[in-house]
């Protein structure tokens, strides 16, 4: 039998496309993890092995501030997990049925948001929820809400909270399009087949087409974890590099940016800022492998 001849057209296409990720994320990301293996020295670099990541965790001027970060960044991940996805998939639903109207409209419409700046997006809800500029204290007041508002972006308790459902208002169109386009590609046939046993409206959703799109909605959170772990420009535009109030928006994006490049008074340390990039790094890869893991597990339980 004669081998099946190489393919080098596939190596010729594929090159350019290699060749550019690897200049711009492979490398980059290998000589971030190298940084964090050294520091300066009487102005000279020298290398210190693991002990960048032992200040980071262990000397309490460090840590506070990076578990800090950590925890918001959780708390960030967590409200998009159970805010943003949830309304996505009804959206999706919502704009699935055949007989809505203009829906194709409504589609684009909160999509839009997604496409916009970041820069655009935290200058213009700042000036919303300003309580002397902002246009939400006279919306709530005129609907008899007005005790309710507050300044959300002033106050520790509020702001993070705050920062997260407006990423939501803008990301929510992505989640939103992947289950619209997991719902039409659920052949027809089991529809009907449903509707004969009858299994329709709400019903088919949970029964039929909500197991179906598992798959998407799985990717959907994998997404959403990376997404919001090297979350930076909403926080940074909305609330500066310090991330206030009192670092109650503080990030790992944000702690990480101004330990590398310096802010105000405090110097830029690359070799600190690249070993929290690379804790960045191990987080993300840890809780993506973890959660595959934990879908093959299920996998082989239901083929068990």
């Given amino acids: 039998m004669s081998r099946p001849r190489f393919r080098w057209h596939i190596v010729v296409f594929l090159a350019p496309a290699v060749l550019v ?55 960030f991940f967590l409200i998009h997990m159970l805010v943003q996805n949830p309304i996505g998939i009804a959206l999706a639903a919502i704009l699935s049925h055949p007989r809505l109207r203009f829906a194709a409209f409504y589609r684009s419409a909160i999509f839009i948001p997604t496409i916009l700046s970041f820069v655009i997006v935290g200058f213009a809800w700042k000036l919303i929820l300003s309580p002397i500029w902002g246009i939400a204290p006279t919306m709530l007041d005129a609907v008899g809400l007005k005790s309710l508002f507050a300044p959300w972006l002033g106050k520790e308790e509020y702001a993070l909270t705050a920062l997260s459902l407006i990423s939501v208002w803008q990301f929510v169109g992505i989640p939103m399009m992947l289950i619209y386009a997991a719902l039409l590609s659920i052949p027809e046939e089991i529809l009907e087949a449903g509707e004969i046993d009858g299994i329709t409206g709400m019903s088919a959703f949970w029964k039929i087409k909500l197991p179906l799109i598992l798959p998407s ?30 670092f109650s928006t503080d990030i790992l994006g944000t702690f990480m940016y101004r330990t590398f490049f310096g802010f105000q008074l405090q110097l830029g340390d690359p070799y600190m800022g690249s070993a929290i990039a690379s804790a960045m790094f191990a ?22």
């Fill in 21 to 75: 990720y690897t200049a711009v994320m492979i490398f980059p990301l290998f000589n971030t993890l190298r940084l964090a293996l050294y520091s300066k020295v009487d102005q000279e670099r020298v290398f210190v092995g693991l002990q960048n990541f032992i200040t980071l965790l262990g000397d309490p001027l460090w840590s506070d501030q990076f578990w800090n970060a950590l925890g918001n960044n959780f708390w």
């Fill in 217 to 246: 909605i799985g990717i959907i959170s994998i997404l959403t974890f990376v997404g919001n772990f090297n979350a930076f420009d909403l926080i940074y535009t909305a609330q500066g590099a310090l991330a206030g109030p009192d």
């Fill in 283 to 304: 987080i993300i890869l840890i809780g993506v492998c973890l959660y595959l893991f934990g879908i093959q597990t299920r996998m082989r339980r239901y083929q068990l």
